[in-house]
């Protein structure tokens, strides 16, 4: 299969071999066949925590549609060598391509690091995202806040999940300055690993673009 430039899914042979391949494409898929495709980006904006963490994080968050993973080094995060973090960077891009085709996505997100919060925050404003940080003391649910977004489901929403030990009071203080809207998920305080799959199937929910 090869997927059109439209973003349509196409069945494809390989007609030759060569430098480059060549490929005859058939009719395109519909229904099921065609796999899970969206409308819109909903990034994933995750403090780093835990290798083993991160695993799931990635697995999960593309199973439920993250279009990017933006991952970054907050307060709270765990240190990790640059030469490790470049290792652990190819493996969730793996994690990442794995879940995709077992959740048969038709785009595979993309993985990036950044080296600070600031940098993270300067990626998504330059795409002028519609930032969202999970804190379980906001006064404004995250469906709420989704609600108010919904007739413009064909931009970037990045939702931003804290680490283990969740923000500090000077990260919080950054994100209000800079225009970013606290929301909660619900009654309970989730994990770092479930809050951001969670958060993302609900953003797609809410968007009608799940």
């Known amino acids: 299969m090869v997927i059109a430039p439209t973003g349509a899914v196409c069945v494809a042979w390989v007609s030759a ?13 519909e229904g099921d066949a065609a796999g899970a495709s969206y409308r819109g980006e909903v990034w ?4 780093l925590a835990r290798p083993a963490v991160m ?3 990635i697995e999960k968050g593309t199973e439920v549609g993250a279009s990017r993973f933006l991952l970054f080094p907050a307060a709270g995060s765990p240190r990790l060598a640059d030469d490790s973090l470049a290792g652990r960077l190819t493996r969730w891009q793996k994690v990442a391509r794995e879940a ?5 996505q038709v785009a595979i997100p993309a993985v990036d690091v950044v080296g600070s919060l600031h940098a993270a925050a300067e990626r998504a404003q330059d795409l002028s995202a519609f930032s969202m ?16 977004i919904c007739g413009n489901s064909r931009g970037i929403v990045a939702v931003w999940i ?4 969740g923000w500090t009071k000077e990260e919080l203080d ?6 970013a809207e606290p929301v909660r998920l619900g009654r309970s305080v989730l ?3 479930t809050a951001g799959p969670v958060a993302v199937a609900l953003v797609r929910l809410g968007l009608r673009d799940w």
Do not use: H, M, N, W
């Open 17 to 29: 071999l060569g430098d480059p391949v060549r490929l005859r494409v058939g009719p395109c898929l």
């Open 44 to 47: 994933l904006v995750q403090a």
């Open 55 to 57: 695993d799931y994080i």
């Open 100 to 104: 995709a085709r077992q959740s048969k």
């Open 133 to 148: 940080v999970l804190e379980p003391g906001a006064s404004r649910s995250l469906d709420e806040a989704v609600g108010g």
């Open 162 to 165: 804290g680490p283990e030990g």
């Open 174 to 179: 950054g994100f209000a300055a800079g225009g």
């Open 191 to 193: 994990r770092t690993e």
